[in-house]
């Protein structure tokens, strides 16, 4: 006889994420901080039911992000390093963001029927502000942590002009400034994106070489020429039509000789794996009109389609 376990777990999965985004929502860890909390002292400082309370901070043990010590409640390592406020590796804006998302997962059967977002793609991107918000400060603390490898593995030795197309917070503009001192780069992204933007790359040691520009790849063109463009984050927003117009808009602000680089959420070849990039797909389906993760074959084609572009436009410029 089959057993229905593992249906059950994925039913019951949200139950999860719902209780740590409650948590972060009440900032439960950063009350707690270092110390040894009662549930009591935890109510009165997050202005919560008691009861309830504690029903929460027993699921959150079961999860690993608290620790129970007789009546008191302990973070735990994890929880300490990436739940409380002011730590380094604070990823609660992160995790924000994803609370924003969950409802609309709600309507995940009405998007496939329709091919659209039920909800409006914009409420993250400008139409209200504490959610576009919470979409860029989400996407600046996971960026220092996945930034720092990408920034590792890209060579800008000798280029003076970055553009970071799509570049959202400008995180990675800002670690690569800092780490290339003659480098200097330019965030293009929407306005209501930007305005936050500026903010975050100021408080960077590299900000001071970082340019927040305005930029709408549907409906404008880059502006000026660099040594580099950097696409982030961005092409799973689109189908491949989408993806080529990108680009080529992209190919026709490189310098001769500039490089094109893109860094994304991949799934195999196959499109059948790994777990989180295909649920990361079904997620740009319930947020954007075109989202869509790609393959790496995919992402290989774009690349040369991106250096085919190049070549022919700097050939235009050279002999026409």
Known sequence: MQNPARIVEIATAYWQSATLMAAIQLKIPTHIGAQRVSAHSLAVAADCDETALTALLEGLCSLEILSRDEDL?????MSKAFLVEGSPSFMGSALLY???????WASLSETIKTGRPVHSPGEYLGDTDTQTRNFVYGMHHRALSVGRVVVGVLELEGARSLCDLGGGPGTYSALLTEKYPD???TVADLPAVVAHARNIV?????GQRVECSEFDYYNDELTGTYDAVLISGVLHREQPNGVRNILTKAAGALA???????????VNDERTGPLFPTMFSINMRVLADHGRA???????AYLAFGAEVSRGLHYCRRFS
């Open 294 to 300: 790609h393959s790496v074959k995919e992402q290989q």
């Open 256 to 266: 001769p000789g500039g490089v094109l680089y893109i860094s994304d959420v991949m």
């Open 202 to 206: 100021n408080s960077m040691p590299g």
């Open 73 to 77: 409640f302990v973070n735990t390592e």
């Open 98 to 104: 994803n609370a924003d998302v969950y409802p609309k």
């Open 183 to 185: 480098l200097h780069a």
